[in-house]
């Protein structure tokens, strides 16, 4: 094989050194292979330590309450004084359940509907402009989203209501859903986008309409996907708080009706665990909810994941 | 890719880099002798942070961290020995409702909070006594028609249990009545400004505050007849008003002991303090 | 297609079809019109009025016009310092759970508790970091500690984010560089890597942004006093950050024009927010068109 003057190279021996340095190149691709394993081994073991760190250091705290109070009282009762030493946190995990639940039945067709549009209906120009205008609402800070929900939502919804304070499970599943939106939307959009195009090509050669390409091969493509935003959206829905402690009520007791001031897990957290003494039942009950917010959002997980299998069995 | 690689790259120098700096931090912070945590009270937050500013001017090798968050939390810091200073909005080394005293701690008397009962501006009552305030909050007046007002709903604004505002708020407005939960037209909010922001957007709204905190978009009513002002808390009429404490572990020395003093100066106390429309100490005698 | 008769079901799905793209577009509507309802209810209150000066001054306690300079300064030092910490490992911890864990039950479990960690509510990861900083280590509060306790916020989403792109890759992509002899690693890094890379930045963007309106975790870890200079790098300084600022402001401060300094900062924030996102998707819209796609 004559090589031509250009590669630097000389021409004799050409072959000789090329086989060495691919040898060379093998060899340094090998190493960088098992560094780079090494490496990702290593950051899924600093993640689980981040992971131990926290439920140790929740449950550490959380199991002190065992000794204290019986569990039962803990679980089955609605009474929540602390003054009185009554730790009874059943009105929040109910509360906890149903603001979740209210939230994603308003967030999730919204933001699925978003990411549909973005991803497969609208034309290249609008998608740009609609993508960074929603990832703009994951950056708006909770405080500011409570303090339009307190100064603007709340309002409105006295005026629609005829309540006279609005507080309630409603308003903080309106601030969670919007909150939660650009997370589900952006997620699933990304997902939806991922799927090959191939899929839609097929689909279409058959003769279906978009609607049907989307709803019988896109969305169960990506099914997968926007199964992880919802449950991303969730998480962050059941743990955030600065913006619904202002618009929930922070009444500990179960939430009737839908104006009902209320306290979900988080919100009451948050609400006293920085005016509580670190040695005091209170507070060991405290790190109890928070533990039990972990084994909540394990159960919704579960829960979502397995309606998801279903369905796509199904 | 070579974008991935290089962000990957300076990433990973950067948490080299960030290790290797706070090992060498670390080291050094122990020959800094003039550092000076404050933790606790957010209401006496505005005090310590222009008193903090004024202090690290004149002595510019002292560094103050403040943060609040509660006022328990400030005595609670000193004792863990995560904080210098503690703030609190009462004497923590007594006991109070509530809370236990904390053993071995000093309370250096800093300022005079008064405070206020706050109305939103629909209502028409200008004075509730003590008798009235202690009907609305346990739940027994619910309607502002029962101390004088027009035919509705009084809608409860309240702090979460813990807060130094309500304590001082219970133990003075309330003489040491309860506020209780009630199903409806009931609130608790998080820190002064939600306070203000729920009492001032919420028609029929009733809460408390601050004094320094009342502005044009509530409406502060006369407790017992008497006006809540600075004046009439100085001659001894209003009574609502409490000591803002720094607790300290023992007596304060060196660096904080200093830092103390500055604040109980007459130079911060009739100056920036007054400002801050704090009251300073020696007026109340 | 046209030239085809149609049956009476078809017509009716090319009607439903037509209908529901109607409902997805108004859907889009609403909705964008209330973000920027709600961006104009931020920026119309803040930035009239906002100008340079505002952005580099000091804040005050007593006087009018404090500024926001340090804290600003803050926010960006404690966002890079939990990015440089989380987005290695974060993206590491992604890959290894797409491509290298075994698919069993206990990378079932693991993945579930990654994601049950990011419910946690972000005072927990406050209390935490105030443990392990403050009362372990006993640096009291510092820039250094709030970094840290902001990436440990940051990991499970980012991990869980990487994972789901590196997984939305398609498996003949994989296949077909196997197939050419790639090394594993290579092969992640040549071809599943800029594929997924899109849907990366997008988790990134979600927990810059994030991290940049974090307030709890900062108020417990990094304090919510500056060390009163502007350019201060060092990592043992107290960091309040914007976010802990606006917090402050309109919590606590008494100084008369809080409100305003309030709604100034909620508009810098929202800019700022909007600044991070372009800035990680200007690089990707430049490669983009390089390549000619």
Redesign the interface.
Known sequence: MVQPTYDSTPAVNGSLHGKADSGRRHLRHLFANSLARYYFLFSILALCLVLGLVIVFIGKTALLLLGQISMADFFLSFNWTPEEDKFGAAAFIVNTFSLTALTLLISVPVSVGMSVLTAEIAPVWLKRFIRPILDLLVGIPSIVYGYLGLTVLLPLLRRASGESLGDGLLAAALVLALMVLPTIARISDDAITAVPGKYRDAAYALGSTRLQVIMRVVLPAAGRGILAAVILGMTRAIGETMAVVMVIGNTSQLAKTLFTPASVLTSNIVMQISNVEFDSTWNYALHMMAFLLLLISFLLILVIRFLGRKRREG | ?K???K??FT??A??FA?TA??AG??SA?GSLSG?I?I?GS??L???T??A??EF?RLNPKV???????????GP?AVK???ADIGACDWDASIDVP???AFSGQVANKVAVIPFATIVNKNVGVDNLTTEQLRGIYSGKITNWKQVGGAD??I?VITR????GTRVNYQAKALAGGDIV??????????????MK??VA????AIGYIDL??V?GDVKAVKHNGVAPTTQNVINGSYKVWAYGYYMTKGQPTGAVKAFIDYVQSKKFQQG?LK???FIPISAMK | MSGFSRSRSSSWAVRRDKLATCGFYALGALVMLLIFWLLFAILSKGLPGLDFSFLIRQPEEIDAGGGIGPVLFNSFYILLLSLFISVPIGLGAGIYMAEYAPDNAFTGAMRICVEALSSVPSIVFGLLGLAIFTEYFGLGLTLLGGGVSLALLNLPMLARVTEEAVRAVPKELREAGYALGLTKFYCIRKIVLPVALPAIITGICLVAGRAFGESAVIILTAGLSTSGEMWDFSLLSPGETLAVHLWYVQSEAIVEDARQIADKSAAVLVIIVLLINLAFRAPLWWVKRGRGR
């Open positions: 890719m974008l991935f690689k962000i990957t990433a990973l950067a948490v960030v700096s706070f931090a670390a912070a550092k945590t933790n957010t209401a937050l505005p005090l942070l222009q903090a500013k690290q560094r103050i961290a403040a943060s609040g968050k509660g006022s328990v939390t609670q863990k020995g995560i509530g809370f236990k509705a709903d809608v979460a249990f813990g807060s939960k009630k199903e409806k037209n009931y609130k608790e909010t998080g820190s002064s400004g939600d922001t729920a957007t919420t028609p029929n320094v905190y502005s920036s400002k801050l429309k």
